[in-house]
Each structure stands twice: as C-alpha cells, then as structure tokens.
C-alpha cells in the first residue's frame, strides 16, 4: 500500500504547512490540500512546492478552493457553494502522499461535520502538529480525545517552535502518543535550511516505514 499520512493541527498557524513541506521532501512524496480558504497570498500548496522543492506534477489540485481567509463553512457561504464532504477522496498516487488539513482537527467544513469526520473515513495515519508553547498541552490532549473518540489512528505529535522540554515529556506521556520530533523555528525559512533542520530533528527513516 502507498504511504500516506495526514497531517493536521491543534490550531491555525502552528506551522502545519511548513512540517508538511519538509515530510513530502523527505519522503519524495505528492502533497494535498483539499480545501484551501484564502487566496489573498501564497497558498499551502505553492508554499508546499517552494519550501519542499516538490515537482509541480506532484501538487495534487485543491478540491476546493475558497477566497475568504476563514473556517471552510464560513468561506463556503460567502463563496455560495457547498462543500460535500463525502466527496471529498484521496487521490491515488504512485508515490507517497501528504494530505494537509485546514485549521484544527475540529474545524467545521460544513454546519454539521468536521475535519474529523472526514479524517474518520479515510481510515489514513493522522500526525498531529502542535505547538510547543503555553497552552499547547491542553489543546494538544483535547485534539488527541477528538481523534480518537472517531478511532482514527495517530501516528504522532510532531512539535514546532522554540525547545521546551517538560512539554515533550508531559504530552506523549499523558496523551499516550509518540513524539516525532520538534521542528524549530527557522529564520530564514529557506528550502535547505528546512531540509537540513527535518533531518536533524527527526528520523526520517520511521516515516518511511510507516512506524516507530
């Protein structure tokens, strides 16, 4: 079976979409964001492509794209369309794949489901990405019941920002979660410096594997 992992956040603007650059350079795999709001500046998928250095033809089309930087539902409505989230199906791929969700892991696609729902059917490894900063505990334990309440499968917590180790330590062991890693932040946020920092970080050979 193809690689595949999902991966969302405990919140917006954690730093999801750079985690999920350096994961498809690493691993030469496709990248997918089903549901882009907001189309004002760079979206996540050219931000994907220019800091992983993914080929274009490994950019797979949004399955929606909404201009209204905000939730999926309220984008929509502005928009006037209705997102199905039924339709809403991974693409086959020779290579491996990264599907990058909106948000956080409950953030509303439409008035009556989540990402989650939707995470829920595809039945596909999810890594969760989460602060290291005050506050992330408990929004990183509550994202972590979320999933798991739908029996979705967590592969693990990959961590960004500064080094704080109580926080590595407290949440895996209270969440019962493995600890991918922590991606720093990096000033300048250039491709090689992301791909060196990844490597440094994190073993790269557990996500090949699709194991710990």
Same mark, same amino acid.
């Given at each position: 079976?193809t690689?595949? &992992?999902?991966?969302?956040?405990?919140?917006?603007n954690?730093?999801?979409t750079?985690?999920?650059? /350096?994961?498809?350079d690493?691993?030469?795999a /496709?990248?997918?964001?089903?549901v882009?709001?907001?189309?004002?500046?760079e979206t996540?998928?050219?931000t994907?492509?220019?800091?992983?250095r993914?080929?274009?033809e490994?950019?797979?089309?949004?399955a929606?794209?909404?201009?209204?930087?905000a939730?999926? $539902?309220?984008?929509?409505?502005?928009a006037?369309?209705?997102?199905?989230p039924? /339709?809403?199906?991974?693409?086959?791929?020779?290579s491996?794949?990264?599907?990058? *969700?909106?948000?956080g892991?409950l953030?509303?696609?439409?008035?009556?489901?989540v990402?989650?729902?939707?995470?829920a059917?595809?039945?596909?490894?999810?890594?969760l990405? /989460?602060?290291?900063?005050?506050?992330?505990?408990?929004?990183?334990?509550l994202?972590?019941?979320?999933?798991?309440?739908?029996?979705i499968?967590? &592969?693990?917590?990959a961590?960004?920002?500064?080094?704080?180790?109580?926080?590595?330590?407290i949440?895996?062991?209270l969440?019962?979660?493995?600890?991918? *890693?922590?991606?720093?932040?990096?000033d300048?946020?250039?491709?090689?410096?992301?791909?060196?920092?990844?490597q440094? $970080? &994190?073993?790269?050979?557990?996500?090949?594997k699709?194991?710990l």
């Open positions: 079976m690689l595949r &992992f999902v991966v969302t956040g405990t919140d917006t954690i730093g999801k750079v985690f999920s650059a /350096a994961l498809a690493a691993l030469g /496709a990248y997918w964001k089903p882009q709001s907001g189309l004002s500046g996540d998928s050219q994907v492509q220019r800091l992983g993914i080929p274009p490994r950019i797979v089309p949004e929606w794209r909404l201009k209204t930087p939730s999926p $539902h309220v984008a929509a409505r502005i006037q369309v209705r997102i199905d039924e /339709a809403l199906s991974p693409p086959s791929m020779e491996p794949l990264v599907i990058e *969700g909106a948000g892991v953030v509303p696609l439409t008035q009556s489901e990402f989650a729902d939707v995470f059917r595809w039945q596909i490894p999810v890594i990405c /989460a602060r290291t900063e005050l506050g992330t505990i408990n929004h990183t334990l994202s972590l019941e979320a999933l798991r309440r739908r029996s499968s967590v &592969f693990g917590v961590f960004i920002g500064n080094e704080q180790t109580d926080t590595l330590e949440i895996p062991q969440g019962n979660v493995n600890c991918l *890693g922590r991606l720093p932040l990096l300048p946020l250039t491709p090689c410096a992301l791909r060196q920092a990844f440094v $970080h &994190f073993d790269i050979s557990c996500f090949q699709g194991l």
